[in-house]
């Protein structure tokens, strides 16, 4: 079997995680406002006492989120429940290129922001993926997204903590990222971005 016949497979938790659309239709939903619509309701049925206020916030953030998806990429949106910062996740893949260690660690670096600090990196082993590097960065976003996670300074500036991750399987290189907020909400979400890590995989195209 060829290379060029695999594809990446995800397999996570829908009730924590949002998958964003690539393109329509989407989940049985053939347009934005359909899955606008969808999403509210999930997340408001696992939430406790929503008011229509948190919904209304909800539906314009994930409005904005309706268009952010890219046939490039795979991207999620960690949203447990309606009080929850939405955790934009990003799965970044291209085939293999250059010596295995040096390109991981280029992947687990680098960034297009400033950083506050060199990064933080360390092994990881996903369950699927194999052994790659994971990486933490503190980084500026003058520029940020409404809804995205992130500390607010003085300037309009956001200070935002970053878990990226990089790895090698089959042909492709992967690069995960997704920023989490402030270095106390990395505590809690970094074991559930490990989590939806381990259920990145690369399959034989089904025939």
Do not use: N
Not at 189 to 206: K, N, S, T
Request: aromatic residues 10%; contains cysteine.
């Amino acid at each position: 079997m060829s290379d060029f016949e695999m594809e990446i497979e995800v397999a996570y938790d829908a009730s924590s995680w949002v998958s964003i659309p690539r393109g329509w239709p989407h989940e049985g939903c053939s347009g934005p406002r359909r899955w606008v619509r969808k999403v509210v309701q999930e997340v408001t049925e696992r939430s406790e006492e929503v008011t229509r206020a948190q919904q209304r916030y909800l539906t314009h953030i994930l409005t904005r989120f309706s268009s952010w998806g890219d046939v490039d990429e795979l991207r999620y949106l960690y949203l447990p429940h309606v009080l929850a910062s939405p955790c934009p996740l990003r799965i970044q893949f291209g085939f293999s290129e250059g010596p295995r260690a040096e390109a991981l660690r280029a992947l687990a670096s680098s960034t297009d922001m400033q950083l506050l600090e060199p990064p933080e990196t360390a092994a990881f082993h996903a369950e699927h993926l194999g052994e790659g590097i994971r990486a933490v960065h503190v980084s500026v976003m003058p520029d940020a997204e409404a809804g995205t996670a992130g500390v607010s300074r003085a300037g309009g500036e956001v200070v935002t903590v970053w878990a990226i991750y990089a790895f090698r399987k089959g042909p492709y290189d992967f690069r995960v990222s997704c920023p989490v907020g402030s270095l106390v909400e990395l505590v809690t979400l970094m074991p559930e971005i490990d989590h939806f890590v381990h259920g990145i995989d690369v399959v034989p195209v089904a025939t």
